[in-house]
């Protein structure tokens, strides 16, 4: 089983509470506005601040919305 795109209607950020774009490739959860990623393990999005990796400048805008 993958992960259902069709959450990204709902999912948020659970720090800012914005729009989150998938990175399939990574199996990410990205915020561009935080500049966070959420892991998705076992098909299921890890949306916890402390679980966050921080991303650089570069990559947050890499990542389609």
Do not use: H, W
Request: one cysteine or more; aromatic letters at 6%; glycine letters at 4%.
């Amino acid at each position: 089983m993958a992960f259902d795109t069709k959450l990204m209607e709902i999912l948020a950020c659970p720090v800012c509470k914005g729009k989150l774009a998938y990175d399939k490739e990574a199996k990410e959860l990205i915020c561009n506005f935080d500049r966070l990623a959420y892991r998705i393990e076992k098909d299921i999005p890890v949306l916890l601040e402390g679980e966050a990796r921080e991303l650089n400048v570069s990559q947050s805008t890499e990542q389609g919305s």
